[in-house]
Protein backbone atom coordinates (compact mmCIF):
# COMPACT_ATOMS: atom_id res chain seq x y z
CA UNK A 1 0.00 0.00 0.00
CA UNK A 2 1.49 3.40 -1.36
CA UNK A 3 2.17 6.04 1.44
CA UNK A 4 -1.49 8.35 0.28
CA UNK A 5 -3.09 5.21 0.86
CA UNK A 6 -2.11 4.94 4.41
CA UNK A 7 -2.66 8.31 5.29
CA UNK A 8 -6.39 8.03 3.96
CA UNK A 9 -6.96 4.53 5.79
CA UNK A 10 -5.22 6.26 8.55
CA UNK A 11 -3.04 3.86 9.10
CA UNK A 12 -0.07 6.20 10.14
CA UNK A 13 -2.39 7.72 12.77
CA UNK A 14 -0.76 6.58 16.32
CA UNK A 15 3.04 7.32 14.35
CA UNK A 16 1.79 10.94 13.57
CA UNK A 17 0.01 11.07 17.42
CA UNK A 18 3.52 10.10 18.63
CA UNK A 19 6.04 12.42 16.13
CA UNK A 20 3.72 15.47 16.70
CA UNK A 21 2.95 14.65 20.59
CA UNK A 22 -0.55 15.84 20.10
CA UNK A 23 -4.47 15.15 20.91
CA UNK A 24 -6.79 13.13 18.20
CA UNK A 25 -7.59 16.30 16.94
CA UNK A 26 -4.13 17.24 16.20
CA UNK A 27 -3.51 13.88 14.74
CA UNK A 28 -5.97 14.80 12.00
CA UNK A 29 -5.10 17.70 11.24
CA UNK A 30 -1.23 17.32 10.55
CA UNK A 31 -2.73 13.54 8.50
CA UNK A 32 -4.44 15.82 6.29
CA UNK A 33 -1.52 18.10 6.13
CA UNK A 34 0.65 14.98 4.83
CA UNK A 35 -2.13 14.38 2.65
CA UNK A 36 -2.20 17.48 0.89
CA UNK A 37 1.61 17.43 0.96
CA UNK A 38 1.29 13.92 -1.33
CA UNK A 39 -1.16 15.58 -4.03
CA UNK A 40 0.59 18.82 -4.68
CA UNK A 41 3.43 17.01 -5.10
CA UNK A 42 1.87 14.82 -7.56
CA UNK A 43 0.44 18.27 -9.27
CA UNK A 44 4.05 20.05 -9.46
CA UNK A 45 5.82 16.90 -11.02
CA UNK A 46 2.66 15.69 -13.10
CA UNK A 47 3.60 12.46 -11.55
CA UNK A 48 -0.41 10.66 -10.67
CA UNK A 49 1.55 7.68 -9.55
CA UNK A 50 1.95 7.57 -5.74
CA UNK A 51 4.07 4.34 -5.33
CA UNK A 52 7.56 4.75 -4.04
CA UNK A 53 6.38 8.32 -2.79
CA UNK A 54 8.36 8.72 0.82
CA UNK A 55 7.51 11.01 2.93
CA UNK A 56 10.32 12.14 5.32
CA UNK A 57 10.08 15.03 8.39
CA UNK A 58 12.80 17.04 10.26
CA UNK A 59 11.44 19.56 13.63
CA UNK A 60 12.45 22.62 14.43
CA UNK A 61 14.78 23.18 17.95
CA UNK A 62 14.36 25.19 20.59
CA UNK A 63 17.57 25.81 22.87
CA UNK A 64 17.13 25.50 26.77
CA UNK A 65 20.26 25.47 28.48
CA UNK A 66 23.38 26.55 27.70
CA UNK A 67 22.62 29.90 26.28
CA UNK A 68 25.77 31.17 24.30
CA UNK A 69 27.78 28.20 25.23
CA UNK A 70 28.08 25.99 22.67
CA UNK A 71 30.47 27.93 20.76
CA UNK A 72 32.81 28.01 23.60
CA UNK A 73 32.71 24.34 23.54
CA UNK A 74 30.70 23.89 26.91
CA UNK A 75 27.41 22.10 27.65
CA UNK A 76 24.10 22.99 26.20
CA UNK A 77 20.38 21.28 26.55
CA UNK A 78 18.20 21.56 23.51
CA UNK A 79 14.88 20.04 21.98
CA UNK A 80 13.22 19.06 18.89
CA UNK A 81 9.74 21.21 18.85
CA UNK A 82 6.23 19.52 17.04
CA UNK A 83 7.06 22.16 13.98
CA UNK A 84 8.96 20.56 11.02
CA UNK A 85 9.68 20.53 7.57
CA UNK A 86 8.12 17.87 5.46
CA UNK A 87 8.67 16.39 2.32
CA UNK A 88 7.38 14.23 -0.60
CA UNK A 89 9.59 12.27 -2.26
CA UNK A 90 10.39 10.14 -4.80
CA UNK A 91 13.55 8.91 -6.73
CA UNK A 92 13.81 9.79 -10.61
CA UNK A 93 16.36 7.42 -12.08
CA UNK A 94 18.21 9.97 -12.94
CA UNK A 95 21.23 12.12 -11.64
CA UNK A 96 19.17 15.31 -10.85
CA UNK A 97 17.46 16.16 -7.62
CA UNK A 98 14.96 18.36 -7.73
CA UNK A 99 13.38 20.27 -4.79
CA UNK A 100 10.65 22.45 -4.72
CA UNK A 101 9.95 24.35 -1.60
CA UNK A 102 6.74 25.60 -0.93
CA UNK A 103 6.66 29.79 -2.20
CA UNK A 104 10.55 28.84 -3.76
CA UNK A 105 11.30 28.17 -7.01
CA UNK A 106 11.84 24.63 -7.47
CA UNK A 107 16.28 24.31 -7.26
CA UNK A 108 17.92 21.62 -9.72
CA UNK A 109 21.01 20.03 -8.57
CA UNK A 110 23.41 17.73 -10.63
CA UNK A 111 25.14 14.94 -8.50
CA UNK A 112 27.83 15.42 -11.20
CA UNK A 113 28.92 18.43 -10.43
CA UNK A 114 28.96 19.16 -6.64
CA UNK A 115 32.25 21.09 -6.08
CA UNK A 116 31.85 24.24 -3.71
CA UNK A 117 31.43 27.37 -5.54
CA UNK A 118 31.87 30.67 -3.68
CA UNK A 119 29.22 32.38 -5.67
CA UNK A 120 26.25 29.85 -4.35
CA UNK A 121 27.21 30.65 -0.59
CA UNK A 122 24.47 31.66 1.53
CA UNK A 123 22.01 29.47 -1.08
CA UNK A 124 19.57 26.65 -0.48
CA UNK A 125 21.93 25.14 -3.37
CA UNK A 126 24.92 25.35 -1.94
CA UNK A 127 23.99 22.76 1.37
CA UNK A 128 22.37 20.25 -0.68
CA UNK A 129 25.42 20.26 -2.47
CA UNK A 130 26.94 19.86 0.59
CA UNK A 131 25.05 17.17 1.81
CA UNK A 132 25.06 14.83 -0.92
CA UNK A 133 28.78 15.77 -1.23
CA UNK A 134 29.88 14.26 1.86
CA UNK A 135 27.37 11.07 1.22
CA UNK A 136 29.56 10.16 -1.87
CA UNK A 137 32.72 10.95 0.16
CA UNK A 138 31.46 8.41 2.72
CA UNK A 139 31.30 5.71 -0.47
CA UNK A 140 27.34 5.85 -1.15
CA UNK A 141 25.74 5.59 -4.70
CA UNK A 142 23.49 8.68 -4.37
CA UNK A 143 21.21 8.92 -7.09
CA UNK A 144 18.61 11.63 -8.09
CA UNK A 145 15.22 12.20 -6.64
CA UNK A 146 12.21 14.77 -6.78
CA UNK A 147 10.45 16.45 -3.25
CA UNK A 148 8.14 18.89 -2.76
CA UNK A 149 8.66 20.39 1.09
CA UNK A 150 6.52 22.24 3.12
CA UNK A 151 7.17 23.96 6.39
CA UNK A 152 5.34 25.28 9.57
CA UNK A 153 9.13 25.77 11.41
CA UNK A 154 8.82 29.82 12.30
CA UNK A 155 11.38 31.91 10.61
CA UNK A 156 13.21 34.27 12.84
CA UNK A 157 12.06 32.43 15.69
CA UNK A 158 15.08 31.25 17.12
CA UNK A 159 14.13 27.73 15.76
CA UNK A 160 16.20 27.55 13.15
CA UNK A 161 14.48 26.08 10.02
CA UNK A 162 18.06 26.19 7.93
CA UNK A 163 18.69 23.35 10.51
CA UNK A 164 15.81 21.57 10.37
CA UNK A 165 16.28 21.71 6.13
CA UNK A 166 19.82 20.40 7.01
CA UNK A 167 18.53 17.25 8.85
CA UNK A 168 15.40 16.69 6.32
CA UNK A 169 17.71 16.35 3.41
CA UNK A 170 19.95 14.22 5.00
CA UNK A 171 17.56 11.81 6.35
CA UNK A 172 16.05 11.53 3.10
CA UNK A 173 19.38 10.31 1.72
CA UNK A 174 19.97 8.19 4.78
CA UNK A 175 16.81 6.91 3.77
CA UNK A 176 16.77 6.36 -0.09
CA UNK A 177 20.41 5.36 -0.81
CA UNK A 178 22.53 4.45 2.62
CA UNK A 179 19.53 1.90 4.08
CA UNK A 180 19.30 4.63 7.11
CA UNK A 181 23.37 3.14 8.13
CA UNK A 182 23.95 6.84 9.31
CA UNK A 183 23.14 8.03 12.92
CA UNK A 184 21.52 10.95 13.71
CA UNK A 185 24.22 12.33 14.91
CA UNK A 186 26.37 11.74 12.35
CA UNK A 187 23.57 13.42 9.72
CA UNK A 188 23.60 16.23 11.80
CA UNK A 189 27.69 16.49 11.86
CA UNK A 190 26.80 16.23 8.12
CA UNK A 191 24.63 19.31 8.07
CA UNK A 192 27.46 21.64 9.77
CA UNK A 193 30.07 20.54 7.67
CA UNK A 194 27.84 21.94 4.65
CA UNK A 195 26.62 24.58 6.49
CA UNK A 196 30.40 25.32 7.77
CA UNK A 197 32.20 25.01 4.16
CA UNK A 198 29.70 25.28 1.14
CA UNK A 199 27.39 27.47 3.00
CA UNK A 200 29.67 29.83 4.47
CA UNK A 201 28.64 29.76 7.88
CA UNK A 202 31.12 29.39 10.64
CA UNK A 203 27.67 27.93 12.97
CA UNK A 204 27.76 25.11 15.65
CA UNK A 205 26.87 21.52 15.87
CA UNK A 206 23.57 22.72 18.71
CA UNK A 207 20.80 23.17 15.96
CA UNK A 208 21.38 20.66 13.69
CA UNK A 209 21.74 18.03 16.61
CA UNK A 210 18.82 18.82 18.20
CA UNK A 211 16.75 18.32 15.07
CA UNK A 212 18.72 15.36 14.11
CA UNK A 213 18.32 13.63 17.67
CA UNK A 214 14.92 14.66 19.18
CA UNK A 215 13.14 15.11 22.55
CA UNK A 216 15.64 16.64 25.12
CA UNK A 217 19.45 16.28 23.81
CA UNK A 218 22.03 17.00 26.41
CA UNK A 219 25.93 18.31 24.55
CA UNK A 220 28.72 18.22 25.69
CA UNK A 221 31.03 20.25 22.91
CA UNK A 222 34.35 19.64 24.71
CA UNK A 223 35.15 17.49 22.15
CA UNK A 224 34.12 19.18 19.11
CA UNK A 225 35.12 16.53 17.09
CA UNK A 226 33.01 13.51 18.63
CA UNK A 227 30.59 15.86 21.00
CA UNK A 228 28.64 13.64 24.01
CA UNK A 229 25.45 13.79 22.75
CA UNK A 230 22.07 11.91 25.26
CA UNK A 231 18.79 11.56 24.14
CA UNK A 232 17.03 12.67 27.88
CA UNK A 233 13.26 10.79 26.52
CA UNK A 234 11.60 12.97 29.44
CA UNK A 235 7.42 12.36 29.10
CA UNK A 236 6.98 16.56 28.49
CA UNK A 237 2.53 15.67 27.44
CA UNK A 238 2.67 14.46 30.70
CA UNK A 239 3.76 17.63 33.57
CA UNK A 240 1.17 19.82 32.48
CA UNK A 241 2.77 22.59 30.89
CA UNK A 242 2.92 24.16 27.41
CA UNK A 243 6.26 25.48 25.82
CA UNK A 244 5.82 29.27 24.12
CA UNK A 245 7.61 31.16 22.66
CA UNK A 246 7.06 34.62 22.75
CA UNK A 247 8.48 37.04 19.37
CA UNK A 248 8.89 40.79 20.63
CA UNK A 249 9.33 41.75 17.02
CA UNK A 250 13.06 43.43 17.40
CA UNK A 251 15.29 44.01 14.86
CA UNK A 252 18.07 41.36 14.17
CA UNK A 253 19.45 43.69 11.16
CA UNK A 254 21.74 46.01 13.21
CA UNK A 255 22.69 43.44 16.16
CA UNK A 256 25.83 41.55 14.37
CA UNK A 257 28.47 43.45 16.50
CA UNK A 258 26.54 42.62 19.74
CA UNK A 259 26.40 38.77 18.65
CA UNK A 260 30.47 39.51 17.61
CA UNK A 261 30.94 41.06 21.03
CA UNK A 262 29.97 38.21 22.84
CA UNK A 263 32.06 35.60 21.41
CA UNK A 264 34.58 37.88 21.27
CA UNK A 265 35.12 39.19 24.84
CA UNK A 266 34.44 35.54 26.00
CA UNK A 267 37.59 34.49 23.75
CA UNK A 268 39.48 37.17 25.33
CA UNK A 269 39.61 35.83 28.39
CA UNK A 270 40.34 32.56 27.40
CA UNK A 271 43.52 34.47 25.51
CA UNK A 272 44.69 35.78 28.66
CA UNK A 273 45.40 32.49 29.76
CA UNK A 274 47.13 31.32 26.17
CA UNK A 275 43.81 29.05 25.43
CA UNK A 276 40.81 29.01 22.79
CA UNK A 277 37.84 28.68 24.20
CA UNK A 278 36.69 29.05 28.19
CA UNK A 279 36.28 25.39 28.27
CA UNK A 280 40.05 24.85 28.71
CA UNK A 281 40.21 26.52 31.60
CA UNK A 282 38.66 25.82 35.29
CA UNK A 283 36.16 28.35 36.69
CA UNK A 284 38.99 29.18 39.63
CA UNK A 285 41.48 30.30 36.53
CA UNK A 286 38.82 33.27 37.06
CA UNK A 287 38.41 34.16 39.75
CA UNK A 288 42.05 34.22 41.36
CA UNK A 289 43.10 36.27 38.39
CA UNK A 290 39.62 39.21 38.35
CA UNK A 291 42.15 42.49 38.56
CA UNK A 292 44.56 41.40 35.87
CA UNK A 293 41.59 40.61 34.17
CA UNK A 294 39.56 43.66 34.23
CA UNK A 295 42.58 45.70 33.03
CA UNK A 296 42.83 43.21 29.78
CA UNK A 297 39.51 42.16 28.95
CA UNK A 298 37.12 44.45 30.55
CA UNK A 299 34.46 44.00 33.85
CA UNK A 300 31.72 42.44 30.89
CA UNK A 301 33.92 40.27 28.99
CA UNK A 302 34.38 38.22 32.79
CA UNK A 303 30.76 38.91 33.12
CA UNK A 304 29.76 37.01 30.41
CA UNK A 305 32.96 34.57 31.34
CA UNK A 306 31.32 33.98 34.77
CA UNK A 307 27.78 33.50 33.00
CA UNK A 308 29.14 31.01 30.57
CA UNK A 309 30.55 28.69 33.46
CA UNK A 310 27.20 28.65 35.91
CA UNK A 311 25.37 28.16 32.56
CA UNK A 312 27.45 25.33 31.22
CA UNK A 313 26.80 23.77 34.64
CA UNK A 314 23.02 24.68 34.43
CA UNK A 315 22.71 22.76 31.51
CA UNK A 316 23.82 19.59 33.03
CA UNK A 317 21.70 20.11 36.08
CA UNK A 318 19.12 20.32 33.65
CA UNK A 319 19.65 17.70 32.27
CA UNK A 320 19.98 15.35 35.06
CA UNK A 321 16.76 17.30 36.70
CA UNK A 322 14.96 15.28 33.78
CA UNK A 323 16.63 12.22 34.31
CA UNK A 324 14.89 12.22 37.39
CA UNK A 325 11.75 13.32 36.14
CA UNK A 326 11.76 16.52 38.44
CA UNK A 327 10.40 19.09 36.94
CA UNK A 328 10.52 21.72 39.06
CA UNK A 329 14.05 21.59 39.80
CA UNK A 330 14.29 21.79 35.95
CA UNK A 331 11.80 25.49 35.80
CA UNK A 332 14.04 26.52 38.71
CA UNK A 333 17.44 25.59 36.65
CA UNK A 334 15.70 27.69 34.09
CA UNK A 335 14.87 30.45 35.59
CA UNK A 336 18.45 30.49 37.11
CA UNK A 337 19.36 30.26 33.74
CA UNK A 338 17.36 33.24 32.78
CA UNK A 339 19.07 35.45 35.53
CA UNK A 340 22.64 34.58 34.07
CA UNK A 341 21.42 35.58 30.95
CA UNK A 342 20.34 39.02 32.03
CA UNK A 343 22.78 40.18 34.49
CA UNK A 344 25.78 38.73 33.28
CA UNK A 345 25.48 37.60 29.91
CA UNK A 346 23.69 40.92 29.12
CA UNK A 347 22.18 39.93 25.67
CA UNK A 348 18.16 41.30 26.32
CA UNK A 349 18.91 44.36 24.60
CA UNK A 350 21.64 46.13 22.73
CA UNK A 351 23.43 49.20 24.64
CA UNK A 352 23.52 50.49 21.55
CA UNK A 353 19.60 51.02 21.64
CA UNK A 354 18.44 50.95 24.87
CA UNK A 355 15.14 52.03 24.29
CA UNK A 356 14.15 48.91 22.47
CA UNK A 357 14.00 46.56 25.25
CA UNK A 358 11.54 44.05 24.09
CA UNK A 359 12.79 41.09 25.80
CA UNK A 360 13.20 42.73 29.22
CA UNK A 361 9.41 43.62 29.00
CA UNK A 362 8.33 40.08 27.52
CA UNK A 363 10.65 38.74 30.44
CA UNK A 364 8.84 41.10 33.49
CA UNK A 365 5.19 40.14 32.02
CA UNK A 366 6.37 36.40 32.49
CA UNK A 367 7.39 36.91 36.40
CA UNK A 368 3.49 39.15 36.82
CA UNK A 369 1.59 36.55 34.74
CA UNK A 370 3.56 33.22 36.15
CA UNK A 371 4.89 34.21 39.65
CA UNK A 372 6.83 31.03 40.84
CA UNK A 373 4.46 28.57 38.99
CA UNK A 374 6.60 28.52 35.42
CA UNK A 375 10.03 28.93 34.19
CA UNK A 376 10.74 31.78 31.52
CA UNK A 377 14.34 33.05 29.84
CA UNK A 378 16.01 34.74 27.18
CA UNK A 379 15.89 32.61 23.87
CA UNK A 380 18.36 31.53 21.28
CA UNK A 381 20.94 34.65 20.80
CA UNK A 382 18.97 37.49 22.47
CA UNK A 383 19.09 41.26 22.31
CA UNK A 384 15.87 41.07 20.04
CA UNK A 385 13.56 38.50 18.87
CA UNK A 386 12.16 36.12 21.01
CA UNK A 387 11.93 34.51 24.67
CA UNK A 388 10.89 31.03 25.91
CA UNK A 389 8.37 30.19 28.94
CA UNK A 390 7.39 26.72 30.00
CA UNK A 391 3.48 27.76 31.37
CA UNK A 392 1.23 25.44 33.32
CA UNK A 393 -1.74 24.90 31.05
CA UNK A 394 -3.92 26.59 34.01
CA UNK A 395 -2.36 29.49 33.45
CA UNK A 396 -2.19 28.81 29.12
CA UNK A 397 -5.13 31.20 27.95
CA UNK A 398 -3.79 33.97 30.09
CA UNK A 399 -0.24 33.83 29.00
CA UNK A 400 -1.78 33.58 25.69
CA UNK A 401 -3.79 36.65 25.98
CA UNK A 402 -1.25 39.23 27.62
CA UNK A 403 1.30 38.54 25.81
CA UNK A 404 -0.60 38.88 22.20
CA UNK A 405 -2.26 42.07 23.65
CA UNK A 406 1.54 43.18 23.95
CA UNK A 407 3.40 41.93 21.31
CA UNK A 408 0.48 41.62 18.65
CA UNK A 409 -1.76 38.74 17.20
CA UNK A 410 -0.06 35.81 16.19
CA UNK A 411 3.15 36.56 18.25
CA UNK A 412 2.88 33.69 21.11
CA UNK A 413 3.29 30.05 20.03
CA UNK A 414 2.30 27.21 21.84
CA UNK A 415 4.40 24.20 21.03
CA UNK A 416 5.35 20.66 22.59
CA UNK A 417 9.01 18.65 22.59
CA UNK A 418 8.56 16.28 19.86
CA UNK A 419 10.03 12.95 20.71
CA UNK A 420 11.89 11.49 17.60
CA UNK A 421 14.17 13.98 15.44
CA UNK A 422 14.50 13.32 11.72
CA UNK A 423 12.73 10.40 10.36
CA UNK A 424 10.40 9.07 7.90
CA UNK A 425 6.44 8.56 8.22
CA UNK A 426 5.78 5.36 6.80
Known amino acids: MDILQKLLKNDCFEQIKMIYNTDEKGTKAYTERLITL ?3 YCTIFDDSN ?8 APGRTE ?3 NHTDHQRGCVLAAGVNLDIVAAVKPNN ?5 IKSDGYDMICIDLKQLEQNKQEEGTTLSLVKGIAAYFIKLGYNIKGFNAFMTSNVLKGSGLSSSAAFEVLFGTILNGL ?6 SAVKIAQIGQYAENVYFGKPCGLMDQMASSVGSFVAIDFKEIQQPKVEQIPFDFAAVNHALCIVDTGGNHADLTPDYAAVTAEMKSVAAFFGKEVLSELSENDIYQNISSLRQKCGDRAILRTIHFFADSRKAVQEAEA ?5 FETFKKLVLSSGISSSTCLQNVYSTSNPQEQGLSLALALCQKILGDKGAYRVHGGGFAGTIQAFVPMELLDTFHNEMEAAFGKGKCYILSIRPVGGIEIA
Open 177 to 182: YCNNEQ
Open 94 to 98: SDIIK
Open 38 to 40: VKT
Open 50 to 57: TENIRIFS
Open 64 to 66: IGG
Open 322 to 326: LKNND
